[in-house]
């Protein structure tokens, strides 16, 4: 059973890592990943980002929900904004983004994509290999 959640796992790291490729494909100006070793890199930052995604993330949506709720759900994309930038903290020249604005679109986009990756692509593929 362990061996299958792992697999689970892995198949989630490898969708969201390729969500992550391609918004950096989109908005190269904006988001930057080195795609030395044939995109270990991305790999890496969405291994990241899980990290802090259930780590940090939840603390900070704790601590910011009444923010959250005076802007209507307008802060919440800063929160994953600041997750963005502590993984380019992490990983230095790999991965990097700047900007304001489109950093914000990036943020929108990148949860958009992977809410499409969860419900159309990895649960489909996971319900085909559970048969």
Do not use: C, E, Q
């Not at 697999?7 to 390729?18: C, E, P, R, T």
């Not at 990290?51 to 994309?77: C, D, E, H, Q, S």
């Amino acid at each position: 059973m362990k061996i299958n959640k792992w697999i689970d796992w892995l198949i989630h790291m490898v969708g969201y890592a390729l969500v992550l490729i391609l918004v950096s494909i989109m908005f190269n100006d904006t988001v930057y990943i080195d795609n030395s070793y044939f995109g270990l890199w991305g790999f890496i930052a969405v291994i990241i980002i899980f990290i802090l995604n259930r780590t940090i993330k939840p603390l900070l949506v704790w601590m910011t929900l009444p923010l959250t709720a005076l802007t209507l759900g307008l802060f919440y994309p800063l929160i994953n904004i600041l997750i963005l930038k502590i993984t380019d903290f992490i990983l230095g020249s790999h991965f990097y983004i700047r900007g304001t604005i489109f950093l914000f679109i990036v943020s929108i986009v990148i949860s958009i994509m992977n809410a499409i990756m969860d419900n159309l692509i990895i649960d489909n593929l996971l319900k085909g290999r559970k048969k």
